[in-house]
Nanobody, 119 residues
Framework: QVQLVESGGGLVQAGGSLRLSCAASGSILSINNMGWYRQAPGKQRELVATITSGGTTNYADSVKGRFTISRDNGKNTVYLQMGSLKPEDTAVYYC?????????????WGRGTQVTVSS
């Protein structure tokens, strides 16, 4: 069984910063891609950023230059450093991981952490 747990969300003023963390635990052999997604009220879940096991990153246009994704493979943890936050960044942020366990691989999701940006 694999579990992803996010932390670091909260309330911040526009222009501020937050750092999200997501730690994966369980019978994990390795993790390929990891990523952050978000879902605002009344909207579909959208990609924020992804990172491969080798460190190649990809960002949504809306966060380029403001957010940075990184990972610590030794800790099975992915981070999202968010800066110059805007009210439109308000959402529940979810992490995902392409997890390899004995005999199979699959995508695992965390339960999400709320980020609220006040104007």
């Amino acid at each position: 069984q694999v579990q992803l747990v996010e932390s670091g969300g909260g309330l911040v003023q526009a222009g501020g910063s937050l750092r999200l963390s997501c730690a994966a635990s369980g019978s994990i052999l390795s993790i390929n891609n990891m990523g952050w997604y978000r879902q605002a009220p009344g909207k579909q879940r959208e990609l924020v950023a992804t990172i491969t096991s080798g460190g190649t990153t990809n960002y949504a246009d809306s966060v380029k230059g403001r957010f940075t994704i990184s990972r610590d493979n030794g800790k099975n943890t992915v981070y999202l450093q968010m800066g110059s936050l805007k009210p439109e960044d308000t959402a529940v942020y979810y992490c995902s991981a392409e997890v390899v366990v004995p005999g199979k691989w699959f995508y695992s999701w965390g339960r999400g952490t709320q980020v609220t940006v006040s104007s």
